[in-house]
DNA sequence: TTGCAAAGCGGAACGTTGTTCCGTATGTTT
DNA sequence: AAACATACGGAACAACGTTCCGCTTTGCAA
């Protein structure tokens, strides 16, 4: 295995009480400074943000993609767990499976940059890359199994492929308003409909 | 007009014997990093495949895009001619529409990163980004209003909007063979059709 | 309470990018 | 052939992610 415990103890908590209260005051300065400048924000100005060398940051979060991850956890949990309520609330299978989709677009399309980093092929993302997809995919999964025994989508489609295709479309969004990637999204999942 | 001279005389013939053959080395050379590298390759590489300095590409290319864009100009403009004859021998607009999209796929996903490069957001792209897209949105334009007008699909979508989103989907498409942007495509092409 | 290893910190330093600058070389023109 | 504009090479700059290491702080044990 090439990942070192990545998944095993992402944030472990530091032993001493500085090095706690310094990650946490990371967390929050990254997520200030990712609402003001972006995810691509450089990781000086997040250190700066939260008045402590760029090293600290390092010792935190091994890489940037690994505070990315750290910063959204919430709402990746939040998106996951959206899944089997839908399933349950909606009508249909293929309406939940687009509201799902529907959070999930809103969700990157918020986050500025979010989405062109979540598809960046840059290895060093690749941490980001497995945390998203890793935990949405089986729910993304279980969404697509349903509408497809309902009958109501064509058969086939793996939910990694979907969800990329989703990401992907929701790239650039915020920063160019001549694209409107919510619509683009509606479109896909219209065209997933097949009506046998 | 920011834009000084962009589409006037980007590949104006310099007036020297040496600068005009190293204009075409230097094409070439990019061509060749391009398809071994991706469309990411740093300029050093593209210099060095030419045998000339850094400072001879910036000359020839003021910025990374352009070069780009010279390099692909050929196959843009094939593209571009391809929409009329399409929309000619094509039974119907919205079918002519589902092909003309395919070959603009296909030439983004052929060549490595190029989608990726002509979605971002980096100021630094606006040249390429508005060499692409002014060129062939208005072809894509023409296309997607035949097929409004016979009825096969909805109204009201701009042709930037379709084409930002099928670059979209293409993004990082080679790089992952888990994931099929030609399906996405087709899927989104699929979602455009309005029984009405 | 005091001492002392371990844990943590800061920021200089490294490697890689795109891009600019300028002294030098090389066509072109008269 | 001389003079001049044009073009060249590559060093130099700025911005980035990341690593490294000497110093500081902390918490536990005596």
Redesign the pocket.
Known sequence: MTADGQGAERTAR??????R???RTLLDAAAAVFVRSGV??????I?AEA??????????F????DLVVAVYRHQIEACAEAGPALLESCPTPYEALGRWVDLFADFLVTKHGLAAVLNSDDP?FQALHASFLDRLAPVCGRLLAAAEEAGEIGPGLEAYTLMRGVGNLCVGAESDDRYDARRMVRLLVAGLRQPR
Chains 1, 2 share one sequence.
């Open positions: 530091p032993r001493r009480a500085d090095a209260r310094n990650q691509d924000a450089p990781v000086r100005d250190a008045g402590v060398g760029t090293g600290t940051v390092y010792r935190h091994p890489t940037r993609a060093g």
